[in-house]
């Protein structure tokens, strides 16, 4: 039974660039949330999608936009990259609206870097 | 609003010792969640135990074992006899209904080293 996968592993962008992250999740889980990990940080949420609808969104700005496809999976969108956008990128999928409160399933994430 | 502190930013053991992650939280809510996960080198993680804020009773599970209590807002977790495989970043998390949806905050980390 596959867990969450996610795609690329690594990406080094240039500043200004926009770059699409993407994340399938575990098998029967149907809400994807995405956090943002800078280095010698805890995750921070960035948004969920439930029923391809962003249900929630945390303290980032608009340049970071999302979808969630009819199969449950997701990619996350950052435009305009700031050197700051530099982070691992984990995807979490659980089942519900309200699956945070049984836990999640992570991805192994994205490292992206912005030069 | 939610939050999750772990004061301790690293700890360093020497392998076959115990040792106890701290973690204090805050909420408002009366019903919440807490969690803690393992987060090794390979970025992933792992999903080690959850309580639910009606359920103070301890738990051990093989060399894991957790110490919730809510008079003290406090949630933390021992290794007993620490093995090198426990290296790795962990992570505190509380969900509560703000917002509605239960999206868990998580706490800064805490890097166990254990040395051989």
């Known amino acids: 039974d596959a867990g969450v996968t996610q795609s690329p592993t690594h990406l080094i962008k240039t500043r200004g660039q926009q770059v699409t992250l993407r994340c399938s999740p575990k098998s029967g889980h149907d809400t994807v949330s995405w956090y943002q990990q800078a280095l010698g940080q805890g995750p921070q949420f960035i948004f969920q999608?439930?029923?391809?609808?962003?249900?929630q969104r945390g303290n980032f700005p608009d340049r970071f936009s999302g979808h969630q496809f009819p199969n449950y999976s997701s990619e996350l969108n950052v435009n305009a990259l700031l050197l700051g956008d530099s982070a691992l990128y984990l995807c979490a999928s659980s089942s519900g609206s309200a699956g945070g409160a049984y836990g999640y399933t992570f991805g192994s994430g994205t490292r992206l870097t912005v030069v | 609003a939610q939050k999750v502190t772990q004061a301790q930013t690293e700890i360093s053991v020497v392998e076959k010792e115990d040792v106890t992650l701290d973690c204090v939280y805050e909420?408002?809510?009366?019903?919440?969640?807490l969690f803690w996960y393992k987060q090794p080198p390979s970025g992933e993680l792992v999903f080690l135990i959850r309580r639910n804020s009606f359920d103070e009773q301890n738990e051990i599970s093989g060399r894991y074992s957790w110490n919730f209590q809510k008079s003290t807002s406090s949630f933390n977790f021992t290794i007993t006899a620490s093995q090198v495989v426990d290296s790795a970043v962990y992570f505190c998390?509380?969900?509560?209904?703000?917002?509605?949806?239960?999206?868990?905050?998580f706490g800064r980390g805490t890097s166990l080293i254990v040395h051989p």
């Open positions: 999608y439930y029923e391809e609808e962003e249900r």
């Open positions: 998390a509380l969900s509560d209904s703000s917002g509605g949806s239960y999206i868990p905050t």
């Open positions: 909420t408002r809510d009366t019903t919440y969640y």
